[in-house]
């Protein structure tokens, strides 16, 4: 069965540092997404993405935050200047079309920024 | 911002009986809405959605029912089993709203054999 997959599963990382979290949708899916989970806090939505662009963006997704599809298969988050408060569990998530559509998520990257 | 909301933290039931979780809504322009199941250090599984049109979906074990003049939905779980226990998150979109989910905190879900 076809799944998302995340790399690494654990980023330790110094505040202000940039870190890139790394995606591989599945592959017939067209959108792609962008989620954070706080320790003991709700998934919340950060980004989407299609057709080489973002769709939407959160209030959380400011400027030290971008994402790229680099090639036919990876989908990546930068974070360019980390802080303490980026502490979270990151997942990716791809859906095959938009609307009324699932959303599959991966397993995570927990990021830790010391 | 308590859009999607799950009052319940966790809940417990034994084994072969009915599991019921509970979602309340107060955006009325959500119109999809989903169930997640989610185990320690992975990410969220689909488990079953359903659209604004429709009242029931059902898929198995997992059933969905959506009262939209309450905005309120539910999952039976039934008979639930004890790989049943998780933490279930509820998540709704909007049409138009990019394929965004809003999620509730989750319930977390215990089955005693």
């Known amino acids: 069965e076809p799944e998302v997959t995340q790399t690494p599963s654990h980023q330790v990382t110094q505040m202000g540092q940039e870190v890139i979290l790394r995606c591989v949708p599945i592959?017939?899916?067209?959108?792609f997404y962008w989620y954070r989970q706080i320790l003991g806090q709700k998934v919340e939505f950060l980004v989407s993405f299609y057709n080489n662009e973002i769709s939407e963006k959160s209030e959380i997704f400011d400027d030290q935050f971008s994402v790229e599809r680099p090639d036919g298969s990876n989908f990546t988050l930068k974070i360019r200047s980390t802080k303490l408060e980026d502490s979270a569990m990151y997942f990716c998530?791809?859906?095959?079309?938009?609307?009324?559509?699932?959303?599959?998520f991966g397993p995570g990257t927990r990021l830790t920024v010391l | 911002d308590q859009q999607v909301k799950q009052n319940s933290p966790s809940l417990s039931v034994q084994e072969g009986r009915i599991s019921i979780l509970n979602c309340d809504y107060t955006?009325?322009?959500?119109?999809?809405f989903l169930w997640y199941k989610k185990y320690p250090a992975e990410g969220p599984t689909f488990l079953i959605s359903i659209s604004s049109i429709k009242d029931k979906n059902e898929d198995g074990r997992f059933t969905v029912f959506l009262n939209k003049s309450a905005k309120h939905l539910s999952l039976h779980i039934v008979p639930s089993q004890p790989g049943d226990s998780a933490v279930y998150f509820c998540a709704a979109s909007a049409i138009g709203g990019a394929q965004k989910l809003v999620f509730g905190q989750g319930t977390r879900l215990t089955i005693n054999p």
């Open positions: 955006n009325s322009m959500f119109d999809y």
């Open positions: 998530a791809s859906s095959r079309t938009g609307d009324y559509n699932e959303q599959f």
């Open positions: 592959s017939n899916h067209l959108y």
